[in-house]
Protein backbone atom coordinates (compact mmCIF):
# COMPACT_ATOMS: atom_id res chain seq x y z
CA UNK A 1 0.00 0.00 0.00
CA UNK A 2 1.70 3.56 -1.10
CA UNK A 3 -0.27 5.36 1.18
CA UNK A 4 -1.81 8.82 0.41
CA UNK A 5 0.67 10.66 -2.27
CA UNK A 6 1.03 14.49 -2.37
CA UNK A 7 3.10 16.51 -4.76
CA UNK A 8 4.78 18.85 -4.88
CA UNK A 9 6.11 18.37 -1.51
CA UNK A 10 7.79 22.08 -1.58
CA UNK A 11 6.57 24.66 -3.79
CA UNK A 12 8.06 28.43 -3.43
CA UNK A 13 5.81 31.01 -5.70
CA UNK A 14 5.57 34.54 -6.36
CA UNK A 15 2.41 36.51 -4.82
CA UNK A 16 -0.08 36.58 -7.52
CA UNK A 17 0.99 33.00 -9.20
CA UNK A 18 -1.21 29.87 -9.74
CA UNK A 19 -0.32 27.21 -7.53
CA UNK A 20 -1.56 23.87 -7.71
CA UNK A 21 -1.25 21.15 -5.39
CA UNK A 22 -2.29 17.24 -6.11
CA UNK A 23 -2.96 14.40 -3.68
CA UNK A 24 -3.83 10.60 -4.90
CA UNK A 25 -5.53 9.09 -1.67
CA UNK A 26 -5.08 4.92 -1.25
CA UNK A 27 -7.32 3.59 -3.45
CA UNK A 28 -10.99 2.23 -2.28
CA UNK A 29 -11.09 4.65 0.27
CA UNK A 30 -14.20 6.79 -0.39
CA UNK A 31 -13.48 9.96 1.23
CA UNK A 32 -10.90 12.62 0.80
CA UNK A 33 -9.98 15.60 3.03
CA UNK A 34 -7.67 18.82 2.51
CA UNK A 35 -6.22 20.15 5.51
CA UNK A 36 -4.31 23.24 6.13
CA UNK A 37 -1.58 23.76 9.06
CA UNK A 38 -0.54 27.20 10.51
CA UNK A 39 1.18 27.67 13.95
CA UNK A 40 -1.60 30.40 14.09
CA UNK A 41 -4.68 28.27 13.08
CA UNK A 42 -3.47 24.84 13.59
CA UNK A 43 -4.73 21.94 11.41
CA UNK A 44 -7.76 23.61 9.55
CA UNK A 45 -10.40 21.34 7.51
CA UNK A 46 -10.79 22.66 4.17
CA UNK A 47 -12.83 20.95 1.87
CA UNK A 48 -13.82 17.56 1.83
CA UNK A 49 -15.08 15.13 -0.72
CA UNK A 50 -17.35 11.56 -0.52
CA UNK A 51 -17.18 9.40 -3.90
CA UNK A 52 -15.58 12.50 -5.93
CA UNK A 53 -18.40 14.64 -5.14
CA UNK A 54 -17.47 18.12 -2.64
CA UNK A 55 -19.29 17.30 0.87
CA UNK A 56 -18.43 20.14 2.29
CA UNK A 57 -16.23 23.49 1.43
CA UNK A 58 -17.11 26.10 4.15
CA UNK A 59 -13.32 25.89 4.86
CA UNK A 60 -12.21 27.07 2.25
CA UNK A 61 -11.23 30.34 2.86
CA UNK A 62 -11.64 32.59 -0.44
CA UNK A 63 -12.99 32.21 -4.08
CA UNK A 64 -9.14 32.33 -4.63
CA UNK A 65 -9.10 28.90 -3.62
CA UNK A 66 -10.59 25.63 -5.82
CA UNK A 67 -10.30 22.07 -5.55
CA UNK A 68 -11.76 19.21 -7.23
CA UNK A 69 -11.64 15.29 -7.53
CA UNK A 70 -12.10 14.67 -11.38
CA UNK A 71 -11.91 11.19 -10.06
CA UNK A 72 -11.34 7.94 -7.59
CA UNK A 73 -7.91 8.33 -7.99
CA UNK A 74 -7.04 12.40 -8.03
CA UNK A 75 -7.67 15.32 -6.11
CA UNK A 76 -6.40 18.83 -7.05
CA UNK A 77 -6.55 22.38 -4.86
CA UNK A 78 -5.43 25.05 -6.89
CA UNK A 79 -4.69 28.55 -5.13
CA UNK A 80 -5.18 31.77 -7.95
CA UNK A 81 -3.86 34.01 -7.54
CA UNK A 82 -1.65 33.35 -4.13
CA UNK A 83 -0.69 35.75 -1.44
CA UNK A 84 2.17 35.15 1.16
CA UNK A 85 -0.92 34.83 4.15
CA UNK A 86 -1.70 31.59 1.84
CA UNK A 87 2.28 29.86 3.11
CA UNK A 88 1.39 27.00 5.36
CA UNK A 89 1.73 23.06 5.03
CA UNK A 90 -1.15 21.72 3.15
CA UNK A 91 -1.95 18.23 3.94
CA UNK A 92 -4.15 15.35 2.05
CA UNK A 93 -5.69 12.34 3.72
CA UNK A 94 -8.18 9.84 3.09
CA UNK A 95 -10.37 7.55 4.69
CA UNK A 96 -12.60 4.05 3.91
CA UNK A 97 -15.98 5.61 5.03
CA UNK A 98 -15.59 8.93 6.85
CA UNK A 99 -16.05 9.39 10.35
CA UNK A 100 -18.48 7.76 10.76
CA UNK A 101 -16.23 3.95 11.81
CA UNK A 102 -14.23 5.62 14.25
CA UNK A 103 -10.76 4.23 14.57
CA UNK A 104 -12.38 1.74 11.70
CA UNK A 105 -11.78 3.84 9.07
CA UNK A 106 -8.81 6.55 10.59
CA UNK A 107 -7.55 9.25 8.46
CA UNK A 108 -4.79 8.02 6.54
CA UNK A 109 -2.81 11.30 6.04
CA UNK A 110 0.14 12.33 2.98
CA UNK A 111 3.59 13.62 3.61
CA UNK A 112 1.93 17.20 2.98
CA UNK A 113 2.93 20.01 0.61
CA UNK A 114 5.04 22.94 2.46
CA UNK A 115 4.00 25.93 0.27
CA UNK A 116 5.64 29.17 0.85
CA UNK A 117 4.44 32.42 -1.25
CA UNK A 118 6.78 35.58 -1.51
CA UNK B 1 -16.14 29.22 20.75
CA UNK B 2 -13.41 27.39 18.75
CA UNK B 3 -15.06 23.50 17.71
CA UNK B 4 -12.04 21.88 19.32
CA UNK B 5 -9.40 23.81 21.96
CA UNK B 6 -6.39 22.28 23.50
CA UNK B 7 -4.25 23.60 25.97
CA UNK B 8 -0.89 24.42 24.04
CA UNK B 9 1.59 23.82 26.48
CA UNK B 10 4.61 23.37 26.31
CA UNK B 11 4.49 20.52 28.66
CA UNK B 12 8.16 19.22 29.61
CA UNK B 13 8.66 16.64 31.82
CA UNK B 14 11.10 14.04 33.26
CA UNK B 15 11.36 10.80 31.37
CA UNK B 16 8.93 8.21 33.94
CA UNK B 17 6.77 10.97 34.69
CA UNK B 18 2.90 10.82 34.20
CA UNK B 19 1.13 13.73 31.87
CA UNK B 20 -2.58 14.95 31.12
CA UNK B 21 -3.46 16.39 28.76
CA UNK B 22 -7.05 17.90 27.96
CA UNK B 23 -9.61 18.91 25.56
CA UNK B 24 -13.19 20.46 25.36
CA UNK B 25 -15.42 20.55 22.11
CA UNK B 26 -18.00 22.46 21.45
CA UNK B 27 -20.60 20.40 19.23
CA UNK B 28 -22.65 18.26 21.58
CA UNK B 29 -23.76 16.19 18.23
CA UNK B 30 -20.23 14.43 18.03
CA UNK B 31 -20.02 11.05 18.44
CA UNK B 32 -16.61 10.07 17.21
CA UNK B 33 -13.11 11.32 19.16
CA UNK B 34 -9.80 10.25 19.23
CA UNK B 35 -6.31 11.44 20.03
CA UNK B 36 -3.61 11.98 16.58
CA UNK B 37 0.06 12.35 17.67
CA UNK B 38 2.02 14.54 15.58
CA UNK B 39 5.87 14.61 15.17
CA UNK B 40 7.98 17.42 14.15
CA UNK B 41 7.41 18.13 10.59
CA UNK B 42 5.43 15.17 9.63
CA UNK B 43 1.60 13.74 9.56
CA UNK B 44 -0.96 13.56 11.84
CA UNK B 45 -1.37 10.12 12.57
CA UNK B 46 -4.10 8.06 14.98
CA UNK B 47 -3.08 7.26 18.46
CA UNK B 48 -6.16 6.10 19.80
CA UNK B 49 -10.14 6.37 19.53
CA UNK B 50 -11.95 7.39 22.55
CA UNK B 51 -14.43 5.65 24.03
CA UNK B 52 -17.82 6.85 26.32
CA UNK B 53 -16.59 4.11 28.87
CA UNK B 54 -12.65 4.93 28.79
CA UNK B 55 -10.12 3.03 27.38
CA UNK B 56 -6.46 2.41 27.77
CA UNK B 57 -3.70 1.33 25.33
CA UNK B 58 -0.21 0.36 27.40
CA UNK B 59 0.82 3.47 29.24
CA UNK B 60 -1.94 5.69 27.30
CA UNK B 61 -5.23 6.25 28.52
CA UNK B 62 -8.25 8.21 27.28
CA UNK B 63 -11.51 9.49 28.77
CA UNK B 64 -14.59 11.39 27.84
CA UNK B 65 -17.05 13.15 29.26
CA UNK B 66 -20.08 13.93 27.11
CA UNK B 67 -22.00 15.83 29.71
CA UNK B 68 -19.40 18.23 29.93
CA UNK B 69 -17.88 17.79 26.41
CA UNK B 70 -14.56 16.63 27.84
CA UNK B 71 -12.21 14.38 26.22
CA UNK B 72 -8.91 13.49 28.12
CA UNK B 73 -5.22 11.88 27.84
CA UNK B 74 -3.07 10.15 30.41
CA UNK B 75 0.35 9.07 29.80
CA UNK B 76 1.88 6.99 32.32
CA UNK B 77 5.73 6.72 32.88
CA UNK B 78 6.90 8.93 30.01
CA UNK B 79 9.53 8.04 27.29
CA UNK B 80 11.45 10.34 25.09
CA UNK B 81 9.67 9.09 22.06
CA UNK B 82 6.52 10.27 23.17
CA UNK B 83 7.92 13.41 22.74
CA UNK B 84 5.41 15.07 20.05
CA UNK B 85 2.19 17.29 19.59
CA UNK B 86 -1.14 15.34 20.40
CA UNK B 87 -3.96 16.46 18.39
CA UNK B 88 -7.61 16.29 19.90
CA UNK B 89 -10.09 15.52 17.37
CA UNK B 90 -13.78 15.38 17.33
CA UNK B 91 -15.93 14.29 14.33
CA UNK B 92 -17.86 16.80 12.40
CA UNK B 93 -20.54 14.99 10.08
CA UNK B 94 -18.07 12.67 8.32
CA UNK B 95 -15.30 15.04 8.67
CA UNK B 96 -13.03 15.08 11.38
CA UNK B 97 -12.10 18.28 13.00
CA UNK B 98 -8.63 18.83 15.05
CA UNK B 99 -7.90 20.72 18.11
CA UNK B 100 -4.09 22.93 17.39
CA UNK B 101 -2.46 20.46 19.57
CA UNK B 102 -0.44 20.02 22.67
CA UNK B 103 2.99 19.68 22.67
CA UNK B 104 4.96 17.37 25.00
CA UNK B 105 8.85 17.42 25.24
CA UNK B 106 10.26 14.11 27.64
CA UNK B 107 13.71 14.70 28.87
CA UNK B 108 16.14 12.51 30.11
Known amino acids: DAGVIQSPRHEVTEMGQEVTLRCKPISGHDYLFWYRQTMMRGLELLIY????????DSGMPEDRFSAKMPNASFSTLKIQPSEPRDSAVYFCASSLQGAVLGANSPLHFGNGTRLTVT | RKEVEQDPGPFNVPEGATVAFNCTYS??????FFWYRQDCRKEPKLLMSVYSSGNEDGRFTAQLNRASQYISLLIRDSKLSDSATYLC?????????FGKGTTLSVSS
Open chain 1, 49 to 56: FNNNVPID
Open chain 2, 89 to 97: VVNRRTALI
Open chain 2, 27 to 32: NSASQS
